[in-house]
Antibody
Framework: EVQLVQSGAEVKKPGATVKISCKVSGYTFTDYYMHWVQQAPGKGLEWMGLVDPEDGETIYAEKFQGRVTITADTSTDTAYMELSSLRSEDTAVYYC?????????????WGQGTLVTVSS | QSALTQPASVSGSPGQSITISCTGTSSDVGGYNYVSWYQQHPGKAPKLMIYDVSKRPSGVSNRFSGSKSGNTASLTISGLQAEDEADYYCSSYTSSSTRVFGGGTKLTVL
């Protein structure tokens, strides 16, 4: 069974950096890209970026370029999303999501989400 | 990359059919057969319902179907049931190799 288990909720001050983890099991970590998706309270889903665990190559959404870093540790089958220069608008649930053998364009499996609260 | 355009809300009675549209551009929806749809209940992670425009993952009811014409994709839910009440999001692959979501549609089952 494929599982994506994310780290726990975080509370950060404006200007700080947060790093969230996503540990996978049930499939070969390097087979599929890992994506990160932001969902602010009461708002929609926003794609942040992806990492190819095979070679570490990343692609980021323009909105988050320069503030987000997505990495993959193949020794622990864990992906990370680091978001810097936090502001109140970054208060959101962050999901990791990955594809499957059906193709790389969709998100078959999701983590449970990690709530990040940015508050002074 | 702008978000794909979805209606904010749709509604239908049990047993009826509804369709949710998702409009993009030739750089995303219109350019690739890589549109997917997600169902999200409050407080839960999204669930994949349709991928590659019209394919259903194993375990998803055949009441859910997808299609595409030009730059607009559609999700149709037939035989509406109370448990279908949720938010629905479309997503597409883009010419920049990024992904983009729609703004989301709240489905109310009357």
């Amino acid at each position: 069974e494929v599982q994506l288990v994310q780290s726990g909720a975080e509370v950060k001050k404006p200007g700080a950096t947060v790093k969230i983890s996503c540990k996978v099991s049930g499939y070969t970590f390097t087979d599929y890209y890992m994506h990160w998706v932001q969902q602010a309270p009461g708002k929609g889903l926003e794609w942040m970026g992806l990492v190819d665990p095979e070679d570490g190559e990343t692609i980021y959404a323009e909105k988050f370029q320069g503030r987000v870093t997505i990495t993959a540790d193949t020794s622990t089958d864990t992906a990370y999303m680091e978001l810097s220069s936090l502001r109140s608008e970054d208060t959101a649930v962050y999901y990791c999501a990955t594809a499957s053998s059906s193709g790389e364009a969709q998100f078959d499996y999701w983590g449970q989400g990690t709530l990040v609260t940015v508050s002074s | 990359q702008s978000a794909l355009t979805q209606p904010a809300s749709v509604s239908g009675s049990p047993g009826q059919s509804i369709t949710i549209s998702c409009t993009g551009t030739s750089s995303d929806v219109g350019g690739y057969n890589y549109v997917s749809w997600y169902q999200q209940h409050p407080g839960k992670a999204p669930k994949l319902m349709i991928y590659d425009v019209s394919k259903r993952p194993s375990g998803v009811s055949n009441r859910f179907s997808g299609s595409k014409s030009g730059n607009t994709a559609s999700l149709t839910i037939s035989g509406l049931q109370a448990e279908d009440e949720a938010d629905y999001y479309c997503s597409s692959y883009t010419s920049s190799s990024t992904r983009v979501f729609g703004g989301g549609t709240k489905l109310t089952v009357l």
